[in-house]
């Protein structure tokens, strides 16, 4: 007999939220920030309002700046991002 059960959904989330739903911290207080802060990838999906996967193939297509590693963790420099936000 067949497993009838329907498979699991995935959750997603929308653009910009962390995963408890809320808008970064770092995206609240973005026009704070000085140019040389950094920020992670949910401050940037907020910011250009668009899923990870987007902001990554922006970043290999070169419409966004590439991110810096800095103690094992992946993030963009605030001054570049306003910089293309400016452009786009």
Same mark, same amino acid.
């Given at each position: 007999m067949a497993?009838?059960?329907?498979?699991?959904?995935?959750?997603t989330r929308s653009a910009g939220l962390t995963r408890s739903g809320e808008v970064p911290s770092g995206l609240k207080?973005?026009?704070e920030l000085?140019? %040389?802060a950094l920020v992670d990838q949910p401050v940037v999906e907020g910011l250009f309002k668009c %899923?990870?996967?987007t902001v990554w193939r922006w970043v290999k297509s070169g419409?966004?700046?590439a991110p810096v590693r800095r103690g094992g =963790? =992946?993030?963009?420099?605030?001054?570049q991002?306003?910089? =293309?936000?400016?452009?786009?």
């Open positions: 497993n009838k059960c329907k498979p699991a959904r995935r959750k207080h973005l026009d000085p140019d %040389s %899923s990870p996967a419409l966004l700046p =963790t =992946t993030r963009w420099v605030v001054g991002l306003r910089a =293309t936000q400016k452009g786009v």
